[in-house]
Every structure is written in C-alpha cells, then in structure tokens.
T-cell receptor, first 111, second 113 residues
Framework: GENVEQHPSTLSVQEGDSAVIKCTYS??????FPWYKQELGKRPQLIID?????GEKKDQRIAVTLNKTAKHFSLHITETQPEDSAVYFC??????????FGTGTRLLVSP | DVKVTQSSRYLVKRTGEKVFLECVQD?????MFWYRQDPGLGLRLIYF???????EKGDIPEGYSVSREKKERFSLILESASTNQTSMYLC????????????FGSGTQLSVL
C-alpha cells in the first residue's frame, strides 16, 4: 500500500521568511496530493491540492509542486505570518482509494 | 458549509468499557471516515464507509468496529476499551471519490483509564 513520509517534523521561521515542507510517496499510481492545515485545537482543513497531471499550483502565498518521477511533492509558503503557525499534513491517494497522510509538520512562525 | 459533528469533545472511559463515538454529517456525502490522531504519527485511518451498511478496514482497524445504518451517521465502536486507545478521534466525510477533499469534525479526545 501507499506510504507517505513527511519532513521536517518541526519547522521554525521568522515572520516574512519562506517555509518549505516536503513529502515523498511510494505508490507511483497515486494521482491526488492534498495538503491540510490544522491550527491548535481545531480540525484539519484542506488548503491546497494538486493532481498528477499538473506540476505546480499556486494560491496566493501558498504553492505546491509535484515531481512524479521522484515521487515527491512540496508545500511552499512565502511571506509567512504568525497565523500560518499550525500543523501541516500532506497526503496521497489514487483514484477511488483512501487518502494516506504523512506524519505532520509543526510550523512555528515567530514575529 | 459542510458540517461534520462529533457527539463529544472529551470522553473519559474505563478499561474494558464499550465506547461509542458518534459522527453526523449534513451534506449527503457518500463517504465517511474515522481517523485517530497521535503525536508524531499523523492521521491514521481506522475504518471508512462508501455507502450505508458498507464498511472497509483502514490501516489500524484492530480493536474497533463501525456502524453505518443511515447515510448521515457513522459510528465508531470500541468493543472493550484499552489504555492504548487513548487518542484524538477524528471523523470526516467526502463526496465523490473516496480520496477527495475531506471535511473533518472537531474531534473527540478519548482518555481510557
């Protein structure tokens, strides 16, 4: 089955810096790669996703890149703000199959 | 907005008790899921359901069962609670393909003493 590894487990940045979180997946048949953000005490929420027919997707300050050959995808947050502090989870799935999540990255943005 | 409601935010039970965690969604979603969240382990899938009365094992089904008698409701059952089942339990639902966008409930923090 699919296995998703996520790094780093914790990431501390200064406000305004960029943050990058990386994930690798094992199943080459996976074709859907979402990212979820979980603020302290709240439920995870989808922030961006990408499909295997696209190499990059942007939404304001966040972007996701996908390298199918290397089987890895990354979340990029630019101009970080304190409200970006949260735990971020990557995930992967193939059509009609369940999502498999990474172990999470705790991002701390210091003012 | 999709609303996924879990019946309890905090729950304390004794070892050996039978525990029911309830989840209700209001968007007529076909797919419902139960995850447990533990520090450093991420979100691990316990069971999921594609339709009423259907269920599929996830990655860690041992010690759990589920029930889906109505489309909007998905229950997680701990037949005999053990201390290693102390965890945050998250319910989620989605429409369309099972791996598509998940809407999560706010979670139930279960402590088994």
């Amino acid at each position: 089955g699919e296995n998703v590894e996520q790094h780093p487990s914790t990431l501390s940045v200064q406000e305004g810096d960029s943050a990058v979180i990386k994930c690798t997946y094992s199943d080459s048949a996976s074709n859907y790669f979402p990212w979820y953000k979980q603020e302290l005490g709240k439920r995870p929420q989808l922030i961006i996703d990408i499909r295997s027919n696209v190499g990059e997707k942007k939404d304001q300050r966040i972007a996701v890149t996908l390298n199918k050959t290397a089987k890895h995808f990354s979340l990029h947050i630019t101009e970080t703000q304190p409200e970006d502090s949260a735990v971020y989870f990557c995930a992967a799935s193939q059509s009609f199959q369940k999502l498999v999540f990474g172990t999470g990255t705790r991002l701390l943005v210091s003012p | 907005d999709v609303k996924v409601t879990q019946s309890s935010r905090y729950l304390v039970k004794r070892t050996g008790e039978k525990v029911f965690l309830e989840c209700v969604q209001d968007m007529d979603h076909e797919n419902m899921f139960w995850y447990r969240q533990d520090p450093g382990l991420g979100l691990r899938l316990i069971y999921f359901s594609y339709d009423v009365k259907m269920k599929e094992k996830g990655d860690i089904p041992e010690g759990y069962s589920v029930s889906r008698e109505k489309k909007e409701r998905f229950s997680l059952i701990l037949e005999s609670a053990s201390t290693n089942q102390t965890s945050m339990y998250l319910c989620a639902s989605s429409s369309g393909e099972p791996g598509e966008k998940l809407f999560f409930g706010s979670g139930t923090q279960l402590s088994v003493l």
